[in-house]
């Protein structure tokens, strides 16, 4: 009486799934063609008698020999890299402080946690003010040391506050990921190591560094794609500035496009971001979605690991 | 023997002296917003900070009397509320269906799905102020709930998948024996199950879309204004008034603060779960 089990199956699972493809449809394809449109294109949004004239790659060539658009990426490199590295080190070697001693752990890994837990823009702000030259606590602590405070959102010092702040906030997601890494690590492990004569190097080389190489990927990816994304802090602690100091592509594409209005060119950044992004992440994604599909093979039921 | 006693101990105290300054340096941004909220204005401009100082709340009077701070309040709820529903209903629909059903190109969907959280958000506005220009859709409330809805599906769909495919089939299996229809199955049984991921990912919406900056920042002016952007502009207008923006900066973070960490303990699992496969 009813379509055969098999084609019922696939019409539930389509409109099960629909809704959600739809809108990511919306998400993700409508930008990434119009992206294309409009880089091909001149395109003043404030200056609409400018003729909207096919020019092709113009764009694309013209932003290789940007020189904003080189040392923007150059910028991007610097924070990403500096942040997602400094933050993975010190959240591994909080992790590892947290493990060995339990008292009053849990309420030390949440206050920790309170960073990640910030608006964004707030922490942004809030690190603006504490690094204010004239009423700001940093420099004024400094000062009771002896040292003289520096200019901390000046030119050589902007990048730096920046990826500080960053790792401020982010530093906690790299805690908490190890802590539960390292919470899994059956206790028998370091029982066998110990019997077996292992010294504290060594067992930490052997039995935990290993444990840790997959929660690592996860966090490099995660965070990396963070702060490729990253605009909120900067563009409220420095604006890009001083200059272009701390101008990442973002902070360059929001300039070009809802400043200047030069949509064209702006879309022309905003399509090479898009298709970086993918082609970076595309490898990764994939390995992902490969293992989750072993575990689910596997048939695995997923305990909780904390 | 004695120097390991000693070496031991030594270890201990640096340890916990590193935690504790960790815990400081976490905790000190959060103290100096709250503190500078609590100051007078005159005194948040000193030119030496004062630990000690007479603490007011005319910061808070002065921001809550404030009808546009108080919509932009209201915005930000609405927008992340209904974002967050609409994101973890449909989600879990999609979640379900690529949990339990194998049907031609699902990895691909599932790859493309999650491909969409790498997408750097300046690089989409572009479009979407154009096109919601078009359709008079600029500076709506609901504009940005489009936004925050499509652009947390990928993490909805891909960690209440993993939590839906480890259920075991026999469950449903069962219901359907007894004469269940699809959806029943899906709203008695299964979702009940899984009501630790929901609350973990809706929280992680909801978190999400209060936070927001740059499409609020850019599709939004005055009407549908979320806080982010509210709490930013204290910079422009008139100088920078720390004390009241402070004041706004901790009315945004107290709902996010109070509710992670009262439910710090599903958010561990919902976070790394989704990430990490032990």
């Known amino acids: 009486m009813h379509a055969p089990k098999f084609l019922r199956e696939r019409n539930t699972a389509f409109i099960l799934i629909a809704p959600a493809v739809g809108l990511l449809g919306i998400l993700s394809v409508y930008p990434l063609l119009y992206s294309l449109f409009l880089a091909t294109r001149r395109y003043f949004l404030t200056k609409p008698w400018v003729d909207r004239s096919f020019v092709g790659l113009g764009n694309f060539s013209r932003l290789l020999a940007d020189p904003y658009f080189l040392k923007a990426v150059a910028v991007l490199a610097k924070f990403a890299l500096s942040a997602v590295t400094i933050e993975m080190a010190i959240g591994l070697a909080l992790a590892l402080l947290l493990v060995r001693w339990a008292k009053g752990r849990h309420l030390v890994k949440v206050l920790m946690l309170l960073p990640m837990m910030m608006v964004p823009v707030v922490a942004g702000l809030v690190w603006r003010l504490i690094l204010n030259p004239n009423y700001g606590p940093a420099n004024w602590f ?54 077996d004569g292992a010294s504290r190097l060594q067992t930490f080389l052997y039995v935990t560094l290993p ?3 997959q929660p690592a990927a996860v966090i490099l990816v995660f965070r990396l794609a963070d702060a490729f994304k990253s605009f909120d802090k900067i563009f409220v602690m420095t604006g890009g500035g001083p200059g272009i100091n701390t101008q990442t592509p973002a902070l360059y594409n929001y300039y070009k496009g809802f400043v200047d209005f030069d949509m064209g060119y702006a879309a022309s950044i905003s399509f090479v971001l898009l298709i970086t992004m993918l082609v970076m992440a595309a490898p990764l994604i994939r390995r992902a979605l490969r293992k989750e599909e072993e575990t689910i093979k596997a048939g695995e039921v997923v305990r909780e690991v904390a | 023997m004695k120097w390991r006693k000693t070496a031991r101990t030594l270890e201990a105290v640096i340890g916990r002296f590193a935690l504790l300054v960790a815990v400081c340096w976490s905790l000190f941004p959060v103290y100096w917003m709250i503190s500078t909220s609590l100051r007078e204005s005159s005194a948040a401009f000193a030119a030496t900070p004062q630990l000690i100082f007479k603490a007011t709340l005319a910061n808070y009077y002065e921001v809550i009397s404030d ?28 979640a379900y269906g690529f949990a339990r059903f194998r049907f ?4 691909q969907l599932s790859f493309w799905v999650l491909s969409n959280r790498m997408f750097p958000p300046i690089a989409i506005v572009l479009p979407f ?24 599906l990928p993490m909805v769909v891909w960690v209440m998948r993993s939590f839906i495919a480890d259920l075991p089939k026999e469950v449903e299996e069962a ?13 008695k049984i299964v979702l009940p199950l899984v009501r630790p991921a929901l609350f973990a990912t809706g929280i992680l919406t909801f978190t999400f879309a209060w936070n927001e900056f740059l499409f609020a920042l850019i599709l939004t002016n005055v009407r549908a204004q979320t806080l982010p952007v509210k709490i930013a502009s204290f910079v422009s207008e008139r100088g920078v008034l720390w004390g009241e923006m402070m004041a706004a900066a901790t009315i945004a973070v107290l709902p996010i603060l109070v509710v992670t960490l009262w439910m710090n303990r599903h958010l561990t699992r919902g976070l790394t779960l989704g990430t990490l496969r032990e």
């Open chain 1, 142 to 195: 400094l000062g009771q040391l002896g040292v003289s405070g520096p200019v901390w959102l000046g030119p050589r010092l902007a990048l730096t506050s920046v990826i500080g702040a960053e790792v401020w906030q982010w530093m906690p997601f790299s805690l908490l990921i190890f802590t539960v890494a390292l919470g899994s690590v059956p206790k028998e492990l370091y029982e066998e190591a110990a019997v």
């Open chain 2, 129 to 152: 102020f154009i096109i919601f220009k078009a359709v008079e859709l600029l500076d709506t409330r609901l504009a940005l709930i489009i936004v925050y809805t499509a652009f947390n």
């Open chain 2, 175 to 187: 219901a359907f024996i007894d004469g269940c229809s699809q959806l029943q199955v899906l709203t």
């Open chain 2, 67 to 94: 009808t546009g701070f108080m919509t932009t309040v209201f915005n930000s709820l609405v927008i992340a509320l209904v974002a967050t529903l609409i994101a973890l209903v449909v989600g879990s629909m999609a």
């Open chain 2, 104 to 107: 031609k190109g699902d990895a």
């Open chain 1, 211 to 213: 444990r840790l190489r």
